[in-house]
């Protein structure tokens, strides 16, 4: 049996049509027929019919196994080319979120460059959502970002690296800097600055809230951890952030909340599940796992 005879099938029984299935892989009719021919010999039963050129085509209970089993094995096609492709290449691709590229990038860099690596590396800045898609998708050998302790990834490998903590962030010359720890509802007529529902942040913080029951009264949705943190320092309100955020920030200070409030994230370094590593790529993980971040 050939991925390509299977790949033909599967959209065969998408389509429901020799025709159209033929256009889309720019074959002739006849090839798509010899196909099924092929796979109804191999298998030993029929796996579609069909009444007349002009009518409905049907999918057997054979076939419809076949479709269902022919959806693993494309994958398991895709998985060979990606890896085998990745393999053979020289570069280590290394994709990472915003906080783990002002934190904790140049220490790798560094360190990447002190082994003689530092030709090989390629780098991308992304969002945490997309450095996970385009990780299955090849276009990184892995990702450094940070994850929830309670958030697992389906076919992904992960190392954590260091714990951290999310923090309210406040106005260093304000009264809530002085405290040692936040209840929520202290703050609940502060102005509470949050960023989109595509960050870890909010997600958090969202678990939080539905945890707790608290609601802000007032607040405002900002991109980007700068921002964020210019308001905070002005007095525009308050924040939720990584403790590590504004660790050089000192018009702005990191507040735990407590205890029931807390909730905790790890820097991590992910890589797929059927990753094989070259020389090149396994020295460049094994540098990166042995940083202290």
Not at 24 to 31: D, E, G, I, L, R
Request: proline fraction near 3%.
């Amino acid at each position: 049996m050939e991925f390509r005879d299977v790949n033909y099938f599967h959209k065969l029984v998408e389509l429901k049509s020799f025709k159209e299935t033929a256009n889309y892989f720019k074959v002739s009719q006849p090839a798509i027929s010899a196909m099924v021919k092929r796979l109804e010999k191999e298998i030993g039963c029929p796996l579609v019919f069909q009444q007349s050129s002009r009518s409905k085509l049907t999918i057997t209970p054979a076939g419809l196994v076949v479709y269902k089993q022919a959806k693993k094995l494309l994958s398991i096609e895709n998985v060979i080319k990606l890896e085998a492709k990745r393999a053979s290449e020289s570069k280590f691709k290394l994709g990472y979120s915003e906080l783990a590229g002002k934190t904790w990038l140049s220490s790798i860099i560094t360190q990447l460059n002190r082994g003689h690596l530092l030709a090989s590396v390629e780098t991308f800045e992304e969002n945490s959502h997309f450095l996970e898609q385009h990780l299955r998708d090849g276009k990184y050998d892995a990702i450094l970002f940070t994850r929830l302790e309670n958030e697992m990834l389906k076919g992904i490998n992960l190392t954590n690296l260091t714990k951290f903590h999310y923090n309210l962030i406040v106005p260093a010359n304000s009264s809530l800097a002085q405290k040692d720890e936040i209840d929520l509802f202290e703050i609940r007529d502060i102005p509470l600055i949050l960023r989109h529902k595509r960050f870890l942040s909010r997600t958090a913080l969202e678990q939080i809230f539905a945890k707790s029951g608290f609601k802000p009264k007032r607040k405002l949705i900002v991109d980007s951890i700068d921002a964020t943190i210019q308001l905070i320092s002005k007095g525009m309100g308050v924040g939720y952030l990584m403790n590590i955020s504004v660790k050089n920030h000192p018009e702005v200070k990191a507040i735990p909340l407590i205890p029931s409030q807390q909730i905790d994230c790890y820097s991590c370094l992910a890589v797929r599940e059927e990753f094989s590593p070259n020389q090149v790529q396994k020295e460049c993980l094994n540098i990166i796992k042995n940083l202290n971040l």
